[in-house]
């Protein structure tokens, strides 16, 4: 029987904000999302939350075949849980971006609680030069700058992929979304326990301060109990401090090149698998214990 607080670490190999020419770093080709994905899983990371991409240039993809191509290597090579986002990209429909996860049918996949302005931060870390372009509203390492999820949007995702069991990462940038996710429970769309991913660092939604998320902790205790786990995303320079954080706090963590290229201040990280060890390395030093993959499902009860 796997120990309720044990920590599990979650890896985002890939996502779709960032892109190659940011970081030599970031996988996108079906091989190196697959050899990022696996080593990311040997390295401590017992769930794997995957964006597909295009291989030639490296743009976001919701193809199934961009899925097939490494998705059956990954699951040969781990036992981790996969997890399909449903973000896509900020530029696509909801049927779009939740194809994948119907089609696959994975263990878990996002599920996106709100519509919000996202851009990563243009003042963090080696991209301060970066200008806002208030011509196109977008900053220039995002590619759009609404992330479309309505009331009617999430229905649809809900309903859709209803039939598949399928454990969803319900993915809150503020606390509003919080409230989104307590009003659709209500409504019968999603089932209790939830597993919450508070995020908090995307320029658009709530800001990366302690103070954040702890505020986010109380309010998710007040609206949903004993039914809800939850996990740490925070991005760009807030990845390791939150992460470290919400693990002394009894939380679960979020790491990957998807939501920071970085190891450490102004220093790229190699892969996913240094951020996946260092966190690891943080959550074991201050007395926690990770979760391995077959205690990940026992603790969210995932359908296996
Ligand atoms: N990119 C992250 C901030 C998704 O894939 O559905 C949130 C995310 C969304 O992972
Ligand atoms: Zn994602």
Known sequence: MAKKNKTIITCAVTGAIHTPTMSDALPYTYDDIATQAVAAAEAGASILHLHARNPKDGSPSVDTEDFQAFLPRVKQATDAVVNISTGGSLTLSIQD???????????????????????????????????????????????GNIFRNTFRDIREAAETLAPHDIKFEHECYDVGHLYNLKFCMDLGLFKAPVFIQFIFGILGGIGPEVD????????????????????????????????????????????????????????????????????RHIVEELGAEVATPDEAREILGLKG
């Open 97 to 143: 971006r939740i194809k994948p996860a119907k089609t696959f049918s994975p263990e878990m996949c996002s599920m996106n609680m709100g519509s919000m302005n996202f851009a990563f931060h243009p003042l963090a870390g080696r991209f301060k030069e970066w200008k806002f372009d208030w011509e196109k509203d977008y900053v220039e390492s995002s590619e």
């Open 212 to 279: 954040n998320l702890v505020f986010m902790k109380r309010t998710a205790d007040r609206l949903f109990g004993d039914d809800y786990r939850w996990s740490v995303l925070g991005a760009g320079g807030a990845q390791m401090p939150l992460a470290a954080t919400a693990s002394q706090m009894g939380g679960n963590v979020r790491v990957g090149l998807e939501d920071s290229l970085f190891i450490q201040r102004g220093k790229l990280a190699e892969n996913n698998a240094q951020q996946v060890a260092k966190i």
